[in-house]
């Protein structure tokens, strides 16, 4: 652990545990590479919780939960690794349900359905629609097809916002690492709509409604108020993540070999982590790393 600038940064997940018993973890980038699970990465949330801490999994992935898990079973993910899941697409049910009878226009792969499954709106074509839910390009290319790009679905979104329709976005994400790759996600549709002038709707990371729902979760788990001072939240992402943790007021743990690999690679832990402070007023940096370990 580095003590230079007043301030300590843990690199090591172990000494991290006792002060802050509940623990909010990023899932790709972090727990799985989209393929495989990182062994270390379960072993460190397996000990937090043997320790008696908590674990709740918190991901951008826009599905519902109850989908996500058999999903993490076939990349090697354990049980013992997390306590329960929140996702992107459970909190995007929430804010579709609001607008029950409502005709939407879903935006998105067909992989992406479960989500819209028994949601008390109809689904209609584009120029029907009274609201637009986006949980992706159509083809990212990760299905071996051909690669979309977000600016390819600049002419629709501009229609879109001529209608001033509101523009629902199941996932915050603008790429997502799969195996060595970055694919595009909906984020990354949200960022030229709201560029147009369009009404968006976030779901998941970096505001607050997945934050409130895992904090629900987690004081269910311990069976007690969850104190925010507590919380560590563990990320990959600077926009989703890390912004999560400031906007929100947790101590954050910022995984660097994720998404941003190429531009940490190299550089002292303590280093990035005044860089963070410094860019970043307000967020409490408690670890780096280049990967989640015990």
């Not at 623990?23 to 393929?35: A, P, S």
């Not at 062994?39 to 000990?47: D, F, G, K, N, V």
């Amino acid at each position: 652990m580095s003590t230079k600038n007043c301030f300590s940064v843990a690199e090591a997940a172990r000494d991290l545990s006792a002060t802050y018993p509940v623990w909010l973890c990023d899932v790709w980038g972090v727990v799985h590479d989209g393929r495989k699970v990182y062994p270390a990465a379960a072993e460190a949330l397996s000990r937090h919780r043997d320790a008696g801490g908590c674990v709740v999994l918190i991901t951008n992935a826009p599905r519902p939960s109850h989908v996500i898990v058999p999903q993490m079973h076939r990349f090697g993910v354990p049980d013992s690794a997390y306590d329960t899941v929140v996702s992107s697409g459970d909190v995007t049910r929430e804010l579709v349900a609001r607008r029950a009878g409502s005709n939407l226009f879903h935006l998105g792969p067909d992989e992406d359905n479960s989500l819209l499954e028994g949601l008390p709106v109809n689904w209609t074509a584009v120029d029907e629609a009274e609201a637009v839910l986006c949980t992706g390009l159509n083809n990212d290319g990760r299905d071996g097809g051909k690669m979309e790009a977000p600016d390819d679905y600049r002419p629709m979104l501009s229609q879109m916002q001529e209608r001033n329709l509101p523009f629902i976005c199941a996932n915050p994400d603008r790429v997502v690492g799969v195996g060595d790759r970055l694919y595009p996600c909906a984020g990354a549709l949200a960022d030229i709509y709201a560029e147009l002038g369009g009404q968006v709707e976030m779901a998941g990371k970096p505001y607050a409604p997945i934050y409130q729902v895992a904090l629900e979760r987690a004081g269910d788990i311990m069976k007690r108020d969850i104190e925010r001072s507590q919380v560590l939240a563990i990320g990959d992402g600077l926009p989703t993540d890390i912004e999560g943790a400031r906007a929100n007021e947790l101590a954050v743990h910022f995984i660097t070999g994720g998404i941003h690999a190429d531009d940490h690679r190299g550089i002292d832990a303590h280093a990035i982590a005044v860089e963070l402070t410094t860019t970043m007023p307000g967020l409490r940096v408690a670890g780096v790393a280049a990967g989640l370990v015990w």
